[in-house]
Nanobody, 114 residues
Framework: QVQLVESGGGLVQPGGSLRLSCAAS????????MGWYRQAPGKQRESVAS???????NYVDSVKGRFTMSRDNAKNTVYLQMNNLKPEDTAVYYC????????WGQGTQVTVSS
């Protein structure tokens, strides 16, 4: 069974940076869809960034200019570089990759607080 393992979360001060990684147990080349999502306490899970083909990513308006999603096919890993973090970015972040069926990671906590 394909597994996704996320890492890179933690506690950071406002204005700081984190890079999340999502390592897949199979090749991500040829995947149909890759995305990063987040869920804050008491809120619904929302899409943060996604790649549907090639390397072009789409972002939710609230993170445009601050977050960058990328992929490394050789490492079977998807990244989310998060800069200029704000308290409202605090959430559990999940990656999802779809080959035939969507596969979700276990989530990694990101806390932005002074």
């Amino acid at each position: 069974q394909v597994q996704l393992v996320e890492s890179g979360g933690g506690l950071v001060q406002p204005g700081g940076s984190l890079r999340l990684s999502c390592a897949a147990s199979r090749s991500i080349f040829g995947s149909r869809f890759m995305g990063w999502y987040r869920q804050a306490p008491g809120k619904q899970r929302e899409s943060v960034a996604s790649i549907t083909s090639g390397d072009s990513a789409n972002y939710v308006d609230s993170v445009k200019g601050r977050f960058t999603m990328s992929r490394d096919n050789a490492k079977n890993t998807v990244y989310l570089q998060m800069n200029n973090l704000k308290p409202e970015d605090t959430a559990v972040y999940y990656c999802m990759i779809q080959w035939l069926q969507p596969i979700w990671g276990q989530g990694t906590q990101v806390t932005v607080s002074s």
